[in-house]
Every structure is written in structure tokens, then in C-alpha cells.
């Protein structure tokens, strides 16, 4: 059993969890004591990829959501047709295939396993 003091609407109670096995009874009860303030632990998170540079001329891809880039389905610098899914996106558990605006070449900005935000460019299309 693990024991922990929680605090709900200003009202401290104590509580005991068994952390292993079959269900176990919980039982709250009031804490007439002071509890000092826990300070939260920093949680640790998947480092940002930096974006490549973006070519200057061409039709940028932009991100419609923020997700992550789960796969490239075109290589570096391969010719496209509009409408074609060039990536991946995942965004709350569901793919979504990103298609290119036009035809073209495409130049990723990004590349798979990255964590992108809403209107993040990328790929553009030349």
C-alpha cells in the first residue's frame, strides 16, 4: 500500500493505494494537518526537430494541425501530381495522408518522427 494526502476543494484527505494486484479497498478520511506543497516533476518530452530551411519559391505545404510526422511516402526531390499523399500526419491516434497542392518536385521541411504545430510548413512543391 502506498499512502498519499490529496487535496480536493481546499480539504486534505489521506489516502492508501495498494500499487500491485487485486482490487483494494480505498478509504479517504479528513486531514486536519498542514501539508506542504509538492512541486510537480517536469515531465520529459520528445526534443523538437528543427526545420530545414525552406526553399524561397514554390507552393508550401502547411500543416493543417499539429501532430506528428509518422512517414514520407516520396523521396527528396521526386516529382508529384496534385492531390498525391506526399506524408503522414498522426494527430490524436488517427493518420492523416497530406497531399500536395500541385505538381511539382517536392522538398520536405521536415522529417518523420518530427513534432510539428498548426501551419508548419512542411514540404514545398517547385
Known sequence: MRNFVITVNGKSYDVAVEEVGGVAPVIATPVVKS???VTPTPVATAPKTTP??????????????????????VGEGESVKKDQPILVLE?????????APCDGTVSFCVAKGANVESDSVLAVIS
Do not use: Y
Open 35 to 37: 501539508v506542504a506543497p
Open 91 to 99: 494527430a490524436m491516434k488517427m493518420d492523416n495522408d497530406i497531399t
Open 52 to 73: 530545414k530551411t525552406t526553399p524561397a519559391n514554390g507552393e508550401k505545404v502547411l500543416s493543417p494541425f499539429p501532430g506528428l510526422i509518422k512517414g514520407l511516402l
